[in-house]
């Protein structure tokens, strides 16, 4: 069936090629068929997905999205659908509404297949459940997809959802998106309601999509969202991150990147380096602000019951409150970063650019990961150059680029304030640049490579 992104599924839908049944089903065939190797849904509503998608197929249509099929993140709410936020401690919850997003999607005209996995309560970039089981990155299975929107860019890729709503906090969107080879769009900060959706750090929370295009990611867009107008520049000003950016990253990582560069600059687009000062505060900053707003929203539920939390979060939790001169530190670093990005698009720049993450996914279990022969916490360096972007809440896109030892390698877009457009159109341009990543061949536990 050739209907594996949502511009083609709607198209096919529209010319009467395709109904929403057909698609639904397919989609499920393919979660059956896919998700013993992958565990990218924590819940699949099958039943309930064939009975919209047999009400939309007798309905007008709703517009690009009507019939297509989509997973959301088990972080967000769905009203009669059990939403367990990857926690043990809400296995049976089941709200009774839904988030706005979801909402929104619904009244768009999507089937939701039902709730991809995350991390445990969205705290974390790998999404390896010590309850629940890891999800596997559809590349390579014992390796992490990312996190925490983990499972929506799994099964986005390995193709048993054509989308996804998840949540990016400090990069829990385009980190997936990189690791696992699809797209992961964090809009403007605010532009998406976050009601319905378990907070982890309200100051830097935000709700994204994640899809196989950029043209895909951009319909999703527009129904959780509204268009925005924003003229395309004459020529593309690129800003390319340079200094603390790419300070850490990978021989292949940073390979790909120049490839991409080069590509860019063959097209016409102006390309500047733009150099950002070190910052040894950096990246633990934002993680750190993370511990103490996702630290303050558990603490009555850990003092209560602390086997209900995955050993990871339990020492989190276990942290002991930093000193006023150590916060104040960390917030004044975070606040030099920020600025430095305000500036270089202030200055003329209409995206700025750099790796997504400085390394491809790490095998499941890894505390650690080693670039240029030092070591570093994985969680550091999974969100060392997408936190940034939540704390100033600027709108950014990972684009695969690239695959080097068979995982993928993500670059990342992000524009000022309300650029979502110019992001996108950046974006939709390097993949117009890139070749295609070749589709995941992926194999159950026990099957012959």
Same mark, same amino acid.
């Given at each position: %069936?050739?209907?594996?992104?949502?511009?083609?599924?709607?198209?096919?839908?529209?010319?009467?090629?395709?109904?929403?049944?057909?698609?639904?089903?397919?989609?499920?065939?393919?979660?059956?068929?896919?998700?013993?190797?992958?565990?990218?849904?924590?819940?699949?509503?099958?039943? *309930?997905?064939?009975?919209?998608?047999?009400?939309?197929?007798?309905?007008?249509?709703?517009?690009?999205?009507?019939?297509?099929?989509? @997973?959301?993140?088990? $972080?967000?709410?769905?009203?009669?659908?059990?939403?367990?936020?990857?926690?043990?401690?809400?296995?049976?919850?089941?709200?009774?509404?839904?988030?706005?997003?979801?909402?929104?999607?619904?009244?768009?005209?999507?089937?939701?297949?039902?709730?991809?996995?995350?991390?445990?309560?969205?705290?974390? @970039?790998?999404?390896?459940?010590?309850?629940?089981?890891?999800?596997?990155?559809?590349?390579?299975?014992?390796?992490?997809?990312?996190?925490?929107?983990?499972?929506?860019?799994?099964?986005?890729? *390995?193709?048993?959802?054509?989308?996804?709503?998840?949540?990016?906090?400090?990069?829990?969107?385009?980190?997936?998106?990189?690791?696992?080879?699809?797209?992961?769009?964090?809009?403007?900060?605010?532009?998406?309601? !976050?009601?319905?959706?378990?907070?982890?750090?309200?100051?830097?929370?935000?709700?994204?999509?994640?899809?196989?295009?950029?043209?895909?990611?951009? $319909? !999703?867009?527009?129904?959780?969202?509204?268009?925005?107008?924003? +003229?395309?520049?004459?020529?593309?000003?690129?800003?390319?991150?340079?200094?603390?950016?790419?300070?850490?990253?990978?021989?292949?990582?940073?390979?790909?990147?120049?490839?991409?560069? *080069?590509?860019?600059?063959?097209?016409?687009?102006?390309?500047?380096?733009?150099?950002?000062?070190?910052?040894? !505060? %950096?990246?633990?900053?934002?993680? &750190?602000?993370?511990?103490? +707003?996702?630290?303050?929203?558990?603490?009555?539920?850990?003092?209560?019951?602390?086997?209900?939390?995955?050993?990871? =979060?339990?020492? $989190? %939790?276990?942290?002991?409150?930093?000193?006023?001169?150590?916060?104040?530190?960390? +917030?004044?670093?975070?606040?030099?970063?920020?600025?430095?990005?305000?500036?270089?698009?202030?200055?003329?720049?209409?995206?700025?650019?750099?790796?997504?993450?400085?390394?491809?996914?790490?095998? =499941?279990?890894?505390?650690?990961?080693?670039?240029?022969?030092?070591?570093?916490?994985?969680?550091?360096?999974?969100?060392?150059?997408?936190?940034?972007?939540? &704390? *100033?809440?600027?709108?950014?896109?990972?684009?695969?680029?690239?695959?080097?030892?068979?995982?993928?390698?993500? $670059?990342?877009?992000?524009?000022?304030?309300?650029?979502?457009?110019?992001?996108?159109?950046?974006?939709?341009?390097?993949?117009?640049?890139?070749?295609?990543?070749?589709?995941?061949?992926?194999?159950?536990?026990?099957?012959?490579?």
């Amino acid at each position: %069936m050739r209907a594996d992104t949502v511009t083609a599924a709607s198209a096919a839908i529209a010319r009467g090629e395709l109904s929403p049944v057909e698609l639904t089903e397919h989609l499920l065939d393919r979660i059956a068929a896919t998700e013993p190797a992958l565990h990218a849904y924590a819940t699949v509503t099958a039943e *309930a997905a064939l009975a919209r998608a047999r009400a939309l197929a007798g309905e007008p249509a709703r517009g690009p999205l009507h019939g297509i099929p989509i @997973g959301v993140k088990d $972080l967000i709410d769905t009203a009669g659908v059990r939403t367990g936020y990857g926690s043990p401690r809400f296995a049976g919850h089941v709200p009774d509404r839904d988030a706005t997003a979801v909402t929104r999607l619904l009244d768009a005209g999507t089937v939701i297949l039902g709730k991809h996995t995350t991390h445990e309560l969205a705290w974390g @970039g790998r999404t390896d459940s010590a309850y629940f089981g890891p999800t596997h990155n559809p590349y390579r299975r014992g390796h992490i997809p990312g996190g925490s929107s983990g499972g929506s860019a799994a099964s986005v890729t *390995a193709g048993s959802s054509l989308g996804g709503l998840g949540s990016d906090t400090a990069g829990s969107v385009r980190i997936p998106a990189a690791l696992s080879g699809c797209v992961g769009f964090k809009p403007t900060r605010g532009r998406i309601p !976050l009601d319905g959706v378990l907070p982890l750090a309200p100051s830097l929370d935000h709700l994204g999509v994640l899809a196989r295009t950029v043209d895909d990611a951009a $319909l !999703l867009m527009d129904a959780l969202a509204g268009p925005l107008t924003d +003229e395309p520049p004459a020529r593309l000003r690129v800003g390319w991150l340079g200094g603390w950016f790419a300070a850490v990253l990978a021989p292949e990582v940073r390979a790909a990147l120049d490839a991409v560069r *080069a590509r860019l600059e063959d097209a016409g687009a102006a390309v500047v380096d733009i150099d950002v000062p070190d910052e040894p !505060l %950096m990246p633990e900053a934002p993680l &750190a602000r993370i511990v103490r +707003e996702a630290g303050a929203y558990h603490r009555a539920a850990f003092t209560e019951q602390p086997e209900l939390f995955g050993p990871d =979060i339990a020492e $989190l %939790m276990r942290l002991p409150a930093p000193p006023a001169e150590q916060v104040e530190r960390q +917030e004044a670093a975070l606040a030099r970063i920020v600025a430095a990005l305000r500036s270089a698009l202030q200055d003329g720049c209409d995206v700025l650019a750099c790796a997504t993450v400085p390394v491809t996914a790490p095998p =499941i279990g890894a505390d650690t990961v080693t670039i240029d022969g030092r070591e570093w916490p994985v969680e550091f360096v999974l969100t060392r150059l997408t936190a940034p972007f939540n &704390a *100033a809440g600027l709108p950014a896109v990972s684009v695969p680029v690239a695959l080097a030892g068979g995982l993928p390698i993500g $670059l990342q877009l992000a524009g000022g304030p309300l650029r979502d457009p110019a992001v996108l159109a950046a974006g939709r341009l390097v993949q117009q640049l890139t070749p295609p990543l070749p589709p995941p061949a992926i194999r159950n536990e026990g099957e012959q490579r």
